[in-house]
């Protein structure tokens, strides 16, 4: 019996097996963006994307070099590469995985103050852009009316154009269209599963049931008859106001007729 010969054929295939295990080994980290920059592909030709926290669960971000161009909640999408594909189907540009967030966006997420954050709005219509522009500036923990968006976004108030241009809004979450309700006060969620809508505006410390108790009683405002001041519902003031202060007004015509003034932080609507 060779002994030799069989230590030898145990080393190579020991070797063999090290060497297929090595093949299955993971890809290095931004390993396809290397080799789309060692290549020389332009960087407008594709984006790059990364997997985040957020309260609505995993987020899908992805972004250009100067500004965010989509993103997609876990719930939203089976996979990566599904969020890829709907990626390059809307924008035609190929979205790679890398380990570099955009600047400004884990702040963003963690506030829930998205602002400031460049989004890239191209290829929406110049309706769609000015609403989802204005739902931009609803602070994080309050909601606003259609009729609110319409106006801050020198829109039509129809409501169809308006629910549509919300469907269409390409970054979820980070475009906070949660914070967007019909005039009763019942969240629209036309871009969100209401699952999602719920989670995230409940992290926002939105309270739904009071909100809905006012609506039962018709309270689309609440007046301060300290201040003879009125506001949204969520409206950090209205917040403010105890209880045996609150003044429920039906619409702003009758806050007007009470003497009541509309608050400058939230703008309600005046007529």
């Known amino acids: 019996m060779n002994y030799r010969n069989d230590e030898e054929e145990q080393r190579v295939e020991g070797q063999l097996e090290n060497g297929l295990a090595d093949l299955a080994a993971p890809a290095p980290d931004d390993f396809a963006l290397r080799v789309l920059q060692r290549v020389g592909i332009p960087r407008e030709r594709y984006d790059t994307y990364s997997h985040l926290d957020s309260t609505a669960g995993g987020l899908y971000v992805a972004y250009s070099s100067d500004a965010v161009t989509g993103s997609a909640v876990d719930i939203m999408v089976e996979g990566p ?19 570099a967030v955009f600047p400004g966006l884990r702040p963003a997420l963690r506030t829930g103050r998205a602002k400031r954050l460049p989004i890239d709005l191209s290829g929406l219509t110049e309706l769609e852009s000015a609403v ?13 009316p259609i009729t609110w ?13 308006i629910l549509s241009a919300l469907s269409k809004n390409p970054v ?9 309700t019909y005039e009763t006060g ?30 039962q009683r ?18 950090a003031h209205a917040r403010r106001i105890t209880r045996p202060h609150q003044i429920p007004f039906r619409n702003a015509r009758d806050a007007r007729q009470a003497g009541y003034r509309a608050c400058k932080s939230c703008r309600p609507t005046t007529v």
């Open 81 to 99: 590469d599904e969020f890829e594909r709907l990626h390059h189907a809307r924008t035609g540009r190929t979205a790679i995985p890398t380990s």
């Open 132 to 144: 989802l522009g204005a739902v931009r500036s609803i602070p994080s923990g309050q909601l606003r």
């Open 149 to 161: 968006l319409a106006r801050e976004a020198s829109v039509p108030s129809a409501t169809g154009p």
């Open 172 to 180: 979820p979450v980070l475009i906070p269209c949660h914070r967007v």
């Open 186 to 215: 019942t969240p629209c969620d036309a871009a969100y599963t209401e699952r999602v809508g719920r989670a995230l505006r409940s992290a926002e410390g939105i309270d739904m049931l009071r909100l809905e108790e006012l609506s």
């Open 218 to 235: 018709g309270a689309v405002f609440l007046g301060s008859d300290t201040t003879r001041i009125y506001c949204h519902p969520t409206c």
